[in-house]
């Protein structure tokens, strides 16, 4: 990562809300942490538990909070404002936008469009890509080897990393990042058990996601059975991720690594599932609902809840029991003990 | 999903073995739950949880059991069968070779048959299909990017959808299904600690996979150390699963998606394995055999056992434990009273 | 796999260390464990839990330890070593460099090398592949359907399976085998909460993996927010592994499939973690310490510290409690009785 910014050309990008405590003449040339920040590089305090490492960072220029109380070395600029980690953010866009340029329009020589097929004099289609008949691409990105099937369609600004299936009669939505490997449209898990044989139940209907949504590396996304599996607008999904058939995923839900969520599951608006954490098929998940990494949820969960544990349970029961298991041992001598007293009184 | 279907029609698919409550004279346009459907649409009630949802459903015609005492409303249909979920599978699977008819025999003139390849005439290569040197490809469908390595074999009536990658040497039988993304014969995960470094341990075996399984998309199944890591007829593989080197699964088995299987595992006839459970190195599950989601089995298992929890043990045992251990938070303060009690009392 | 070997050949493979006891004159035709091993395969005792097969084993050539103290039956041969795995290990290489040759250096014409790129005369790169501008590949491997990205680095004898990924900007180590459908340099999953949608942080560092480390198939690596997240020296990497941003990997580390490690997440060396584990964000886990599989690691581990369960804990009272939790219906019925003497003795 090579870059080359001036305290000017970072106040331009933040804009009038942030304050300048100390002084750096110097470019900035990297970004790195509090602690492995040198001089010539831009760092933050977002996270308070990183408080300490203020003091001895070498960084150059650090963002830091409105309350922030420490002053700045020589030598050292503090950068405040209300939310650092959000200005970190707005810094970093810039900076992506010179280092990863948008791909320019056009269609590469070796991409097979199928007859029947519409692609926007706007997209960017990449090396060996294939868009079959019937699929429609917007002015969207599609990196290498990335497969859009039969009616499917990608709507304007999506950006499709290298190997991403969309499988037929799929629709991705405006402004949609999905990272490599990953699949929308794989078939969905159904059988019926017929003479002790399992007989595949056709899968119908297709996957459709708002807009604003993000899909991680090699998550996939089962088609429904009929009618769609369904992603709400902005909702962050991360990597390795199995959503199955007729899933309905509501507005700005955060599903983290490795989670599992079984056919016909809905979750509300806002809800935050932790890594690893499955969810039975057929539940509920309310609104603003939150699930700890690695939970197994065999029941509905209600609007705002919290829930941890397998099977999961409320997270404040989960975790007074969790202490109370770990004080067993103890317990049970306690236990042997009291036994004994009341045995040997008795006789 | 435009569908457009006569109720004729569907009794000719169903055979003779179903019966006609009331009466529906427009076409079926689309496929609905009960409670979303509308007039028009083909719904079924396959599941008697949902059973409350049939009174009200709009849905023109309902697939419904023998044993239904419901009562269709004016200008709806109830058809009742036996299995009204296999019916329902049967008209679906009629309407998806309408949907998605399977594409003609023929080689996309981009995919690349290496010389000393065969390839079926009655195959469908898809576009930037790699076949390599030795590998024998008969009556299957490939979809896009598929690659066939050395020496591998595709059996007829095989479908590969995009991206699949069948490692050198591994034999696909006849009438898989392998979905986006699966990888067929990555090498098993085996070291030897050599002087403090992990030297790998050649995988020299192949996949081998029986008639009728389906695969999961991006799921891994590892080439054996020598021999055949072995997947049974009619199996089912739900997506994301891992199943690591010299695993042998047995016929008719289902294995929900994130399930992990360490190496040498062997599982019997007609295993049932939830989602996101594990299954450590060189374990038996016996037939019939069935493990919770989310179980982490450390032991053997009978046939026919039931397994639940993380270590996994027999599951009534396991959910007589969960009651219990929600129990704890009382338990501790009865001990507490009872100690105090007999102490009181001693004094 | 069809092998053709003598025992000369086999001897001359393990070298001087090895002692014969017995005599097989014919051809070694292939390799079995000892209870599939029939005459002509070569076959070994590697883990003592198998001795017990050793006796009845038709294997005509079989690898044992120095110690052992079974003798051949007449036409077999015992060929004795310290570390009859690593023996095993050695002859497979052997077997391995036949069956599955390097591919020969040289470009395949449907590869796609955009201008700017530099591909060393000595890689052999495989049909399909793209690798885009900026990007550097020394004498390595690259299977069909590679996709390396602008700006990124294959170091000399690494070898990517077909459809690898690796993103702009990250950098893959001398000898690295990376597995089909791995994907390296995907975006880490970080957001602000901003007027309640997810702002996407821009993820603007790299990949970058030490020499002689594996990545199993369809395993993520996710680019660092800023600067690298790094793989070190000899670690070896199942698949379906998820490693988030900013994750530091010490040397020599063994990371069992489906294990999911949260951003900046610090490993030291030789750290060893069993399948489907997760570590939760921004711990460290010392030098040595091992994880059992199916683990969530919610607390920093010291080195050489064990851990099992979930919340982990130290594996020795994991153990303790799991027997324990076992007992509990036992236990509340031991404590119904103590509780109902005390009050019939009280009145």
Not at 134 to 142: E, H, T
């Amino acid at each position: 990562m090579h870059i080359k910014y001036t305290t000017e050309r970072i106040f331009d990008i933040l804009g009038a809300d942030c304050i300048a405590v100390g002084e750096y003449e110097g470019e900035i040339t990297g970004i790195a942490s509090l602690s492995e920040g040198v001089t010539g590089d831009l760092s933050f305090l977002g996270n308070s538990k990183y408080r300490s490492c203020l003091e001895n960072s070498e960084a150059s220029v650090i963002l830091v909070s409105l309350d922030c109380e420490e002053l700045p070395k020589k030598g050292q600029i503090y950068i405040k404002s209300e939310n650092p980690s959000y200005a970190l953010a707005l810094i970093c866009r810039d900076i992506e936008n010179n280092l990863t340029p948008k791909p320019e329009a056009g269609i590469h020589p070796s991409a097979i469009i199928e007859s029947g097929a519409q692609v926007s004099p706007n997209a960017s289609i990449g090396a060996f890509c294939y868009i079959a008949s019937g699929a429609q691409v917007g002015g969207a990105v599609l990196e290498s080897h990335v497969s859009i099937g039969r009616g499917a369609s990608v709507a304007d600004e999506a950006y499709l990393f290298s190997r991403v299936s969309v499988g037929d009669y799929c629709e991705i939505g405006p402004r949609n990042r999905l990272m490599a490997g990953c699949v929308i449209g794989s078939d969905g898990y159904g059988y019926e058990l017929i003479e002790n044989a399992h007989l595949r139940v056709p899968q119908l209907g297709n996957v459709v996601t708002d807009a604003d949504v993000d899909i991680g590396a090699n998550t996939c996304i089962d088609r429904a059975r009929f009618g769609s599996t369904h992603i709400g607008l902005g909702t962050k999904i991360d990597n390795q991720v199995q959503i199955a058939h007729n899933v309905k995923v509501g507005k700005h839900c955060l599903i983290v690594a490795q989670v599992g969520i079984s056919g016909s599951v809905v979750l509300g608006d806002g809800v935050v599932i932790g890594g690893q954490s499955g969810i039975a098929g057929h539940l509920k998940i309310g609104t603003g609902a939150m699930i700890a990494a690695g939970t197994s949820v065999f029941v509905d969960i209600e609007p705002q809840g919290k829930a941890r544990g397998y099977p999961a349970m409320p997270m404040m029961q989960f975790n007074r029991i969790a202490v109370l298991q770990r004080k067993l041992p103890d317990f049970f001598k306690r236990f042997d003990q009291l036994e004994k007293t009341v045995n040997s009184f008795i006789k």
